[in-house]
């Protein structure tokens, strides 16, 4: 027994929409005696009658009434699916796990996050602020998506992508003597009570580096795991700092002075993505945002510039 297809069933939707079988036939961009013809097999294959012929046109028959209400039903389901296929195929839905070093995480990344959800409306995200370490980790174990760390990074395996390095900065408290110049270096830090991140950690290797190289002695009386305590305590009075710009800009309104350091130290970080399995287009998509984000990121923006 021969069986309805799916161009008959859609010559009979045409019709019912258009009410015409011309208009039908321009619809589906096939002939007219070609929507007749399937029209007549439908109607064969069902043993009923569709519609009637008044005067230059078709009206539905009540049985045609009926089976539209079921057809409809099925064209709005499959019309969801492609609505949903060109969502995904456009990257705007689905979902998204980032993980990202606190120095992006306490403020520019998730803005940066914000825009881009916003051109997405129906994009699902977990965003995770962790240290490098635990970001390479997460990753490694398929927890994420994508993730932002320090380099070096500790797992070579890992898939990565080299971003843009904005310089680090010099971070004074409110006040400080050191305010009124437009450029620090070294040894303009002699004898300061200084505010270092942990040792060990690659940010305070290049630091210490710095210094040892031009012979600045330092008073180095505080250390701490994080840049958002570094500048906390800055901005107390305790101490100076040589930090990342983006935790720097933070806090340039919260009792801290930011000025320019030189010789410049990069503040170097990659996007990682899982190793088991191809990078999402959408952590790609959001990846290439960042860069180019960063490639506008001035390394002291006004707006962090304390007068």
């Given at each position: 027994m021969a069986r309805i297809n799916s161009r008959q069933v859609e010559a009979f939707r045409a019709t019912m929409l258009t009410g015409s079988v011309t208009e039908a036939?321009?619809?589906?961009?096939?002939?007219?005696?070609?929507?007749?013809?399937?029209?007549?097999?439908?109607?064969?294959?069902?043993?009923?009658e569709l519609f009637e012929r008044r005067g230059t046109?078709?009206?539905?028959?009540?049985?045609?009434?009926?089976?539209?209400?079921?057809?409809e039903r099925s064209f709005v389901g499959l019309e969801r699916i492609a609505a949903a296929a060109e969502e995904i195929r456009s990257?705007?839905?689905?979902?998204?796990r980032i993980a990202a070093l606190p120095a992006l995480s306490n403020g520019y990344l998730p803005r940066l996050t914000g825009h881009f959800l916003k051109e997405r409306p129906n994009l699902n995200?977990?965003?995770?602020?962790?240290?490098?370490?635990?970001?390479v980790d997460w990753v490694l174990n398929n927890q994420c998506d994508v993730g932002?760390?320090?380099?070096?990074?500790?797992?070579?395996?890992?898939?990565?992508?080299?971003l843009p390095a904005p310089a680090r900065v010099a971070v004074l408290p409110t006040g400080h003597r050191l305010a009124d110049?437009?450029?620090l270096e070294p040894r303009d830090f002699e004898g300061e009570t200084f505010i270092s991140l942990s040792a060990g950690s690659s940010s305070r290797h290049l630091v210490d580096q710095v210094f040892h190289r031009h012979d600045v002695r330092r008073v180095l009386r505080v250390e701490t795991t994080l840049?958002?305590?570094m500048c906390g305590m800055v901005s107390s009075g305790v101490g100076v700092a040589i930090c990342d710009p983006f935790t720097a800009q933070e806090f340039s309104t919260r009792g801290v002075v930011v000025r320019r350091f030189l010789p410049r130290i990069?503040?170097?970080?990659?996007?990682?993505?899982?190793?088991?399995?191809?990078?999402?287009?959408?952590?790609?998509?959001?990846?290439?945002?960042?860069?180019k984000a960063l490639a506008e990121f001035d390394d002291l923006p006004e707006a962090a510039i304390t007068r």
């Open positions: 036939a321009a619809l589906m961009k096939v002939t007219q005696p070609a929507v007749s013809r399937l029209l007549r097999d439908l109607q064969a294959l069902l043993k009923m046109g078709l009206v539905p028959t009540a049985a045609a009434m009926a089976l539209y209400t079921e057809v990257r705007r839905t689905g979902s998204l995200l977990a965003f995770f602020g962790v240290i490098s370490p635990i970001v932002f760390a320090e380099v070096p990074i500790a797992h070579s395996g890992l898939p990565s992508q080299r110049k437009e450029v840049s958002e305590i990069d503040f170097e970080f990659s996007a990682v993505f899982p190793a088991q399995r191809s990078a999402s287009p959408m952590a790609l998509d959001f990846v290439e945002t960042v860069r």
